[in-house]
Nanobody, 115 residues
């Protein structure tokens, strides 16, 4: 059974940093693209960053230069390093794995950035 568990969210002041982690189990990790998405109150879920099995990355324009996605294949874990955080980064952050026939999602972790 595939499971994705996010951690690392919290409350931080503007300009601060957080590192999110997404630990996976169930054999979904090593051959699959992974991504981070976020959903702010009253808004649709949006892409933040993705990383392929080969390490190619893609970022939303709003986070380019501030966020970095990475993966540790030995630990079956994907990370999101978030620097220079802004109040508009406040959202629930979700990890997503691309399976052969479907997407898998974690439960989400709250990130709140105070001004």
């Amino acid at each position: 059974q595939v499971q994705l568990v996010e951690s690392g969210g919290g409350l931080v002041q503007a300009g601060g940093s957080l590192r999110l982690s997404c630990a996976t189990s169930g054999g979904i990790f090593s051959l699959n693209a992974m991504g981070w998405y976020r959903q702010a109150p009253g808004k649709q879920r949006e892409l933040v960053a993705t990383i392929t099995s080969g390490g190619r990355t893609n970022y939303a324009d709003s986070v380019k230069g501030r966020f970095a996605i990475s993966r540790d294949n030995a630990k079956n874990t994907v990370y999101l390093q978030m620097n220079s955080l802004k109040p508009e980064d406040t959202a629930v952050y979700y990890c997503r794995a691309v399976g052969s026939t479907m997407y898998y999602w974690g439960q989400g972790t709250q990130v709140t950035v105070s001004s």
